[in-house]
């Protein structure tokens, strides 16, 4: 069966960095475009960042370009989000998905990993 497993997560202090990873099994990892996205307490969840199959084409969304970069391991089967210059407001559960077309809405994921907490303290 597919499974998406996110990993990295964890309290880190203002100004510091992260490594999210998403190790996927059960489908063809390389066909598949990836995302991350990430959900707060009593919001929306919404996205973070994107990535091609190839690795050819990445995309984020406003509030964490120039911060974060995402990246992929066709080889590992992983993808990965680098989190850096972390703000109070990045604090969120943050989830994988994997979609057929690029990934940048909820409903364009297909699949969805469990999710790992990311919290920045002020």
């Known amino acids: 069966q597919v499974q998406l497993v996110e990993s990295g997560g964890g309290l880190v202090q203002a100004g510091g960095s992260l490594r999210l990873s998403c190790a996927a099994s059960g489908f063809t990892f390389s066909t598949y475009a990836m995302a991350w996205f990430r959900q707060a307490p009593g919001k929306e969840r919404e996205f973070v960042a994107g990535?091609?199959?190839?690795?050819?084409?990445?995309y984020y969304a406003d509030s964490v370009k120039d911060r974060f970069t995402i990246s992929r391991s066709n080889a590992k089967n992983t993808v990965y989000l680098q989190m850096n210059s972390l703000k109070p407001e990045d604090t969120a559960v943050y989830y994988c998905g994997a979609g057929s077309i690029y990934p940048k809405k909820t409903d364009d994921v297909l699949y969805w990993g469990q999710g790992t907490q990311v919290t920045v303290s002020s």
């Open positions: 990535i091609s199959w190839n690795s050819d084409t990445t």
